[in-house]
């Protein structure tokens, strides 16, 4: 998630006119859009990155997604809206029963499917805010605890290290600028001097070697925590 972040959102939709379609409507919305047009392309993005809403279509050259399903939710657990040509009942009960969230019959109108992308949205968000444990890959926070562990031990964090270190995860993938990092973590304005956030991000990359976890430097723009 970006320091603005509206949200996650990965298409998967064979047909070119519709996925174009609708990411352009979701990227108007504020959303980081993802696309895929296979079940491969997708399953390759997924262990990868982390959306917070999977938009997908059912029949797919390589497969479809109520089949899907049960591997996605073994790497991702983001709500899944399904979309499907078919409007019987019993293939739309599949999907739900299978574990999707939603669906939405094709033909549809995209504010429809703008809406409850924005509920899906709304709805992980509340679940964040409310969690009190966030998990990345070996990487696990308390943020009741003020703690983090990685690969089970206990990284021994000070408090502002475990407070950038949780921005961080929160923010994975996306460039944080230093002054938003100092604000959030140190609670104040930061006013030319970046000296205690260059000191805690050393720290903390000491502390993450030999892992998966990555904090790069982006001159000019800030820090990026991803994992390899």
């Avoid at 390759?44 to 591997?71: A, C, K, T, Y």
């Avoid at 089970?152 to 408090?159: V, Y």
Wanted: charged share 25%; proline share 4%.
């Amino acid at each position: 998630m970006a320091d603005n972040d509206s949200g996650v959102v990965l298409l998967v939709e064979d047909n070119m006119d519709i996925l174009e379609a609708n990411r352009q409507a979701l990227a108007h919305d504020g959303y980081t859009v993802w696309t895929a047009a296979t079940l491969a392309e997708a399953r390759e993005r997924l262990l990868r990155d982390q959306p917070d809403v999977v938009v997908l279509d059912i029949m797919l050259p390589d497969g479809d997604g109520v089949s899907f399903l049960p591997e996605l939710r073994g790497y991702c657990p983001a709500p899944v809206l399904f979309l499907t040509a078919n409007d019987k009942k019993r293939d739309r009960l599949e999907g739900l029963l299978a574990g999707g969230n939603d669906y939405i019959t094709k033909p549809y109108d995209i504010d429809e499917l703008r809406v409850r992308v924005k509920n899906f949205i709304s709805l992980v968000r509340s679940a964040e805010s409310a969690a009190t444990v966030f998990s990345v890959g070996t990487l696990r926070l308390d943020t009741v605890a003020q703690q983090a562990f990685l690969r089970g031990g206990d990284m021994g964090l000070t408090p502002k290290e475990f407070a950038l270190l949780h921005l961080f995860v929160r923010n994975i993938d996306n460039v944080l600028s230093t002054e938003f990092l100092y604000e959030k973590a140190w609670g104040q304005t930061m006013y030319g001097d970046d000296y205690p956030v260059k000191k805690a991000v050393s720290r903390l990359r000491t502390k993450l070697e030999e892992s998966e976890f990555i904090i790069s430097t982006h001159r000019g723009a800030g820090y990026c925590f991803y994992s390899e």
